[in-house]
């Protein structure tokens, strides 16, 4: 029992799809970082190439930097930032400068002339007085094209000019001019002794000392579709065309190292090599790889459940996190149209994705998590799924979506049937009632009928009887007036009898239309009634359906227990749920006590529905808080100045969230530091303790040893009750990403209250 748990214990090794950073050992990859170097060390420029998701940024940042770091090469880390009034060169310049000290050779009142007299006129060091060549690192180079608008194009243009004069060492023209107005402005004369009858004047020309061989390098780090981008921009760059450094996925070896080397105990041979036969695939048909990507989510889940979870459970849990935040009509079109009937992955255009519904967001969303990569084929953007196990995945996704769609057309046809037959018994009990209502009057006529016969036959008979008295023959007639007198009351009593039932009578008076069309529809009944007759004998065959149908839902239905059992007391929503109806809602969930919208994401980005769904919730009865989605590519004061500014206190009933799912790019150190440093700054303004919302692995494996005082908002989607490391408390859990409640078109988070706690335990005090 104590080797087991024992085996698992400590930090995971494994980043999952996350860049491993300068400090982290990175496994594998050791054979390409030492090519790698000794290119960078040897040449100017230097491109590198690969898939998307290959490890690029790894195999630098881990790999390349620490080796450069020994022989005085300082790295310089840079992602342009596009569409900026900051040009591509200053932003270099300027990455330098924070990094390296500069000493210029040049007077001070020089202007800046570009990349090439940068470069030139300074001479590079660190702190201590040490020489040192600075390594610019220009990541994700692709973007340069991909995401510049169409204004800010011609900085394109103007970069590669200064690139090409720079890498070609070549002193651009503006150089020339500017140093020839220098030295004849701030040139001067002297006279000399005269020689042989002649007066020599000296002139002394004042010149620039520019570095003779300045010492930089530059590393373009770009994806392999689009290189021919690069190529288009760098006609007139030879190094950009020589020195290039392609990276592929990890060969069996490779794999085994990345699987084997940071806990050696963890896995023997023979579970190694097990993991790599169910990861690996065959590229250019003979030669078997593994995706770094794909075996590094695997590695990270497996150590995170400690063993105790399948690669199948691994990445079907991974794409319904991953496409969590895309609405049903969306993850439905990709799935139709990116995988063919099959389940293979098939390209599409991203512009016809886009004109499916499909937003920008949700794309980024997609390529962001690794479920979807691009490709650019003749100048057009294709998309399509990143891998095969995520095939897997998206197509199982699609046969139980296109089953449910199934079983509830199914349930429809049911629910017309059983009103079909309905229907069918209500016209045969009326047809029923109508004929006994006519039967019994007839029979009363009938009655009356006979006995006047009767009466008739006796007068005739009495007539005929010769012999009779004349007394004999009045008294007949005093007979036939009693029987005539009693005919008459039953007569009588017959309309009596139908007045008993004038009611009925009224009533089918009225119905005399209705029943008119209906003798006229009597023969479409007939073929509908025949239909039901065949129906019945596929009986058999619908209660295949249900049983078929229980088996299929039975998630669904533990989850709508779940629901009965536990009791929804929130729901937390964002522009992913558009435009709600919140006076249905209310109407229909009129136990539903709170709901946390979404206000900020990061240093701009303000949640387009966020003032109507606070509005609106607020209006129909609601008690209302905000929260902000934390990111790592934003400084902490610009994300909190965005949060303050959209969310005003006046308007809010619940402590404020902060939503902190992210690491990429940070140690849990830094994650941690630059958190708290915000949450306290959240706790000023608004003069309360806001409230963590993260998953249960992501605060006990993070945050659980700094933030265990802080009300924690926990998600967890299971049955079970999350559980908490290092005494923290949760005071909210969302145990379910799937609620459907009226008035909200698709999935929406369902949230419920720790045991004792109530919405008093959320307000702002």
């Not at 591509?88 to 040049?106: K, M, R, S």
């Not at 009655?447 to 009495?462: H, P, S, T, V, Y």
């Not at 802080?710 to 490391?725: F, G």
Request: aromatic content about 10%.
């Amino acid at each position: 029992m104590d080797e087991n748990i024992n085996r698992w214990e400590g930090e995971n090794p494994w980043l999952g799809l996350e860049s491993y950073n300068e400090g982290q050992h990175l496994y594998g990859r050791d054979q390409e970082a030492t090519e790698l170097t000794d290119i960078i060390l040897n040449h100017t420029a230097v491109v590198v190439y690969g898939k998307s998701g290959i490890g690029k940024s790894s195999l630098l940042r881990a790999g390349v930097f620490p080796e450069l770091r020994k022989q005085d090469f300082i790295p310089i880390y840079v992602r342009l930032e596009h569409n900026s009034d900051i040009s591509y060169t200053q932003q270099i310049e300027n990455a330098i400068t924070e990094h390296v000290t500069l000493h210029d050779l040049l007077p001070t009142d020089i202007p800046d002339l570009g990349l090439w007299d940068f470069m030139h006129r300074h001479r590079f060091t660190d702190t201590t007085g040490h020489a040192v060549t600075p390594v610019v690192v220009l990541d994700q180079f692709e973007e340069i094209f991909t995401l510049t608008q169409v204004e800010y194009k011609p900085g394109i243009k103007q970069f590669f000019a200064q690139l090409a004069d720079l890498l070609n060492d070549m002193k651009p023209d503006v150089v020339n001019q500017a140093e020839a107005e220098y030295s004849k402005k701030h040139s001067s004369e002297s006279e000399a002794s005269h020689h042989q009858g002649f007066t020599l004047q000296i002139r002394h020309v004042a010149k620039w000392n520019y570095e003779k061989s300045p010492s930089y390098r530059f590393v373009f780090s770009i994806r392999d579709d689009s290189l021919y981008l690069l190529e288009r921009n760098s006609a007139k760059i030879p190094p950009l065309k020589v020195n290039r450094f392609n990276l592929n996925a990890l060969d069996e070896e490779s794999a085994k190292q990345v699987i084997m080397s940071p806990r050696p105990d963890l896995f023997t041979p023979n579970e190694g090599q097990k993991i790599i036969d169910e990861l690996a695939y065959f590229e250019y048909d003979d030669f078997r790889v593994v995706d770094p990507a794909i075996l590094s989510l695997f590695l990270y889940s497996y150590y995170r459940e400690q063993g105790k979870v399948s690669s199948t459970d691994i990445f079907e849990r991974y794409y319904e996190n991953s496409t969590h935040s895309v609405t049903n009509s969306s993850l439905a079109f990709i799935e139709d149209h990116l995988l063919t009937d099959r389940g293979n992955r098939n390209q599409v255009p991203t512009e016809d994705i886009i004109a499916a519904g499909v937003t920008f967001e949700e794309i980024e969303s997609l390529l962001k998590s690794k479920i979807l990569k691009t490709e650019k084929r003749k100048g057009m953007d294709y998309i399509e799924f990143s891998h095969d196990r995520i095939c897997e995945q998206a197509t199982k996704h699609r046969v139980e979506r296109k089953q449910r769609e199934l079983a509830k057309k199914r349930i429809k046809h049911m629910v017309q049937l059983g009103l079909l037959c309905l229907t069918s018994l209500l016209l045969i009990t009326a047809f029923g009632w109508l004929f006994n209502d006519k039967h019994q009057r007839e029979k009363i006529l009938s009655q009356q009928e006979k006995i006047m016969i009767q009466q008739d036959e006796n007068i005739l008979l009495a007539k005929r009887a010769d012999s009779i008295k004349a007394d004999q023959i009045d008294s007949l007639y005093s007979m036939n007036l009693i029987n005539r007198l009693l005919n008459d009351s039953l007569i009588k009593s017959g309309k009596l009898l139908s007045l008993t039932n004038s009611k009925n009578l009224l009533l089918l008076t009225e119905k005399s239309e209705q029943l008119r069309i209906i003798q006229m529809q009597q023969s479409e009944l007939v073929l509908k009634m025949d239909s039901i007759a065949k129906l019945s004998d596929s009986m058999e065959f619908e209660r295949n359906i249900y049983k078929e149908l229980s088996i299929l839902y039975k998630n669904e239905l533990d989850r709508s227990q779940l629901l009965v059992d536990a009791f929804i007391d929130g729901i937390d929503v964002c522009f992913y749920q558009k435009q709600i109806d919140w006076k249905k809602l209310t109407t229909y969930n009129k136990n539903l006590k709170f709901v946390y919208i979404k206000a900020t994401e990061g240093a701009t980005h303000v949640d387009k529905l966020y003032r109507f769904n606070l509005d609106n919730a607020r209006k129909n009865g609601l008690k209302v808080g905000s929260y902000h989605f934390f990111t790592t590519t934003s400084s902490i004061q610009s994300q909190f100045d965005n949060f303050a500014k959209v969310v005003n206190k006046s308007e809010q009933d619940l402590l404020p969230v902060i939503d902190v799912e992210v690491r990429s790019g940070w140690t849990n150190q830094q994650l941690c530091d630059s958190l708290e440093l915000f949450v306290n700054m959240v706790e000023k303004h608004y003069g309360c303790r806001p409230i963590i919302y993260t998953s249960s692995h992501f605060f006990n494996n993070i945050l659980s040893s700094r933030f265990s005082r802080y009300p924690i908002y926990i998600a967890k989607y299971s049955t079970a009750e999350p559980q908490l490391t290092h005494g923290g408390k949760w005071v909210l859990w969302q145990f379910s990403d799937k609620g459907e409640i009226a008035g909200i078109d698709g999935y929406v988070n369902l949230t419920k209250f720790a045991a004792g706690k109530t919405v008093a335990d959320i307000m702002i005090k």
